[in-house]
């Protein structure tokens, strides 16, 4: 046999395992779990322990409440709604997140931040720097990591790499003058988890 036919062949039964063990990565779970259709929003989006505050996208985005989660909150459900026309609904309630929980309405559900659900998962969150975007079931995705001082800044940034990734949306400079939203029907991401750790801790401008 040539040397040629033995590399075709090890390297087929290289990607034959390699696929194996991608299949495997998530069971149960669709390859994309789709968060708009045709305009129609089949998601809603869980703050984590944020009582009294009724998400309005019309008073947020004139005002934020000071809170990390609601801004990552109020940027996910904008931007899906500037790209795609669908209201997400935002429940910042420990009570109605209660409800949504039991809700069987095929809607998935986002997760920001440690929720309940998400508390009872044991995730592996990186520290102090960095989040993880998880898909432990069909219906549920989870956007999180750990807060710093008090103040969840990369949950909100696991929220922002989410929304470049998977809907390409890019903030060019600051105001929404410099927000470009690129326009879809429907919002699908890969059920594939992510986790992401800087290179550098900080990320700010100074001077």
Known sequence: MKVIDLLTISLAAFLTICAGGLAQDAPGL?????????GKALCRILVADQPGQEYTPEKWAKKIPGSWLYLAAHDLASCIRKSTDA????????AKV??????????????????????????DLPKPHGFVIAFPDRNDIVIAGVPIQGKDYNTMYGVHHLLRRYLGVRW???GELGEHVPRTDTFAIPAKDVREVPDFPL?????
């Open 98 to 123: 209660k409800q949504a929980m039991a809700l069987d309405d095929g809607h998935i559900r986002i997760h920001l931040g440690m929720t309940p659900y998400a508390k009872a998962l044991g995730l």
């Open 30 to 38: 669709p390859e994309r779990m789709v968060l708009v259709k045709n």
């Open 203 to 207: 990320r700010s401008a100074s001077g």
């Open 172 to 174: 060019l400079f600051p």
């Open 87 to 94: 209201q997400v609904e935002v429940l910042t309630d420990p």
